[in-house]
């Protein structure tokens, strides 16, 4: 599994382009939440120049809604300039989008496989100029699970296998990793064994006295 950063500058202007040009340096996005399979939600900080992004994204028709957030961030739902569909096709996971001006983006992608990430890349390139930024193997929230494991559970959960009704099938899965229907319950039995396992351990773990 590996984290991978992206610098796209787009071809085109788009809804943060037109408001980025307001501060002075890139805008700043923090709790970036992707929503169904085109939109994205964020907050950013705006600073002194809150009011008048907020009348400007309120204009735009890809903007589904917009809430001010503090003395200086706001709260922007919006669909994808196309990034986000790319990404997702490719058995991508975006982690957020870190930060934006003018047509440049930023963003944080998780993705299993390195020809996932070559995947990614090149179907950018329909939208703009691509630079890998960086590259480095994602750690994820339990070290015990092995590599597959850690891949399978992760496709599954953003797909919503989980969910119910489930989003994804098990069949779905095992063709997106190009295995057995038989194999992937396996990977996915083991690796919430051993979830589950930690999470009791921890749970039953006395606190340490004061």
Same mark, same amino acid.
């Given at each position: 599994?590996l984290?991978a950063t992206?610098?796209?500058?787009l071809n085109?202007?788009?809804v943060?382009s037109h408001?980025s040009?307001?501060?002075?340096?890139?805008?700043?996005?923090?709790n970036?939440?992707?929503?169904g =399979?085109t939109?994205i939600r964020f907050?950013?900080?705006a600073? =002194?120049h809150?009011? =008048?992004?907020?009348? !400007?994204?309120?204009a735009s028709?890809v903007?589904?809604?917009? =809430?001010?957030?503090?003395?200086?961030?706001l709260?922007?739902? +919006?669909?994808?300039s196309?990034?986000?569909?790319?990404?997702r096709?490719?058995?991508g996971?975006?982690?957020?989008m870190s930060q934006?001006y003018?047509r440049?983006?930023?963003?944080d992608v998780v993705v299993?496989?390195?020809?996932d990430?070559?995947?990614i890349?090149?179907?950018?390139?329909?939208l703009g100029?691509?630079?890998?930024r960086?590259? +480095?193997?994602?750690?994820g929230?339990s070290?015990?699970l092995?590599k597959?494991?850690?891949?399978?559970?992760?496709y599954?959960l953003?797909?919503?296998?989980?969910?119910?009704p489930?989003?994804?099938?098990?069949?779905?899965i095992?063709a997106?990793?190009?295995v057995?229907?038989?194999?992937?319950l396996?990977?996915? !039995?083991?690796?919430e +064994? +051993?979830?589950l396992s930690d999470?009791?351990?921890?749970a039953?773990?006395p606190?340490?006295p004061?």
């Amino acid at each position: 599994m590996l984290r991978a950063t992206i610098l796209l500058e787009l071809n085109e202007d788009y809804v943060l382009s037109h408001v980025s040009d307001l501060v002075d340096g890139p805008v700043v996005v923090t709790n970036c939440e992707v929503l169904g =399979e085109t939109d994205i939600r964020f907050v950013v900080d705006a600073g =002194e120049h809150r009011d =008048e992004m907020a009348d !400007r994204l309120a204009a735009s028709e890809v903007v589904r809604d917009l =809430e001010l957030v503090g003395d200086d961030q706001l709260l922007i739902t +919006k669909r994808s300039s196309g990034a986000l569909p790319v990404i997702r096709e490719n058995h991508g996971m975006l982690q957020r989008m870190s930060q934006f001006y003018g047509r440049s983006r930023v963003f944080d992608v998780v993705v299993f496989r390195r020809a996932d990430l070559k995947a990614i890349i090149s179907g950018l390139r329909s939208l703009g100029t691509v630079e890998l930024r960086r590259l +480095k193997p994602f750690v994820g929230p339990s070290t015990r699970l092995s590599k597959r494991q850690a891949e399978v559970v992760g496709y599954a959960l953003e797909r919503g296998y989980y969910d119910w009704p489930r989003g994804v099938t098990v069949e779905e899965i095992a063709a997106a990793f190009e295995v057995s229907r038989p194999t992937v319950l396996e990977h996915l !039995r083991r690796a919430e +064994k +051993k979830l589950l396992s930690d999470a009791l351990a921890d749970a039953t773990t006395p606190a340490n006295p004061r």
